[in-house]
T-cell receptor
Framework: GQSLEQPSEVTAVEGAIVQINCTYQ??????LSWYQQHDGGAPTFLSY????GLEETGRFSSFLSRSDSYGYLLLQELQMKDSASYFC???????????FGTGTKLQVIP | ETGVTQSPTHLIKTRGQQVTLRCSSQ?????VSWYQQALGQGPQFIFQ???????GRGNFPPRFSGLQFPNYSSELNVNALELDDSALYLC????????????????FGEGSRLTVL
């Protein structure tokens, strides 16, 4: 089976940096993805890490450590529009389902 | 805009009824996955269709069934609705069914919000 655990809620100040953690237990691990979902909206793909290390995409970065079964999403220069839920996910390798984590609700405050 | 459209956006049913939800995938995508998302939870995998065949299923009973059509659009059918079926149902399309080495990037529609009374 597969399980991915995240903190349920995080609050951070506009302009600051926030880190959202994800620990996972999976069989047949291929990499870790991150999705953003605003209230009432569709999840949207943010990033994917197949290898250990940091991947940077603008204000967002994602990190993976396979040996620790751990990853995180780093959001810099937080903006109010970043208030949303963030999900880590294990993508398919072969013909498997995508399993999503429990989700972290980020609230950005002025 | 992901190019994935779902209908209806909202619907209300009563316990025991049946419902059909529809999804048009993004152009060029041959794989459709369906997810159930309860309030405050992550999406839960229901099943996936690849080239009109079911290609993987999550822990959902047989009263959840689906179809994929030659144009890669898809339907989710739920029979004998129960109160716990109330959720947001998300359709996601992708270019392949996952394939080794793929990122697994999914393109989601806005979902169908089902309320069962």
């Amino acid at each position: 089976g597969q399980s991915l655990e995240q903190p349920s809620e995080v609050t951070a100040v506009e302009g600051a940096i926030v880190q959202i953690n994800c620990t996972y237990q999976t069989s047949g691990f291929y990499g870790l993805s991150w999705y953003q979902q605003h209230d009432g909206g569709a999840p949207t793909f943010l990033s994917y890490n197949a290898l250990d290390g940091l991947e940077e995409t603008g204000r967002f970065s994602s990190f993976l450590s396979r040996s620790d079964s751990y990853g995180y999403l780093l959001l810099q220069e937080l903006q109010m529009k970043d208030s949303a839920s963030y999900f880590c996910a294990v993508p398919p390798g072969g013909y498997q389902k995508v399993t999503f984590g429990t989700g972290t609700k980020l609230q950005v405050i002025p | 805009e992901t190019g994935v459209t779902q209908s209806p956006t909202h619907l209300i049913k009563t316990r025991g009824q049946q419902v059909t939800l529809r999804c048009s995938s993004q152009s060029g995508h041959n794989t459709v996955s369906w997810y159930q998302q309860a309030l405050g939870q992550g999406p839960q995998f229901i099943f996936q269709y690849y080239r009109e065949e079911e290609n993987g299923r999550g822990n959902f009973p047989p009263r959840f069934s689906g179809l994929q059509f030659p144009n890669y659009s898809s339907e989710l059918n739920v029979n004998a609705l129960e109160l716990d079926d109330s959720a947001l149902y998300l359709c996601a399309s992708s270019r392949t069914s996952g394939g080794a080495g793929g990122t697994g990037e999914l393109f989601f529609g806005e979902g169908s919000r089902l309320t069962v009374l």
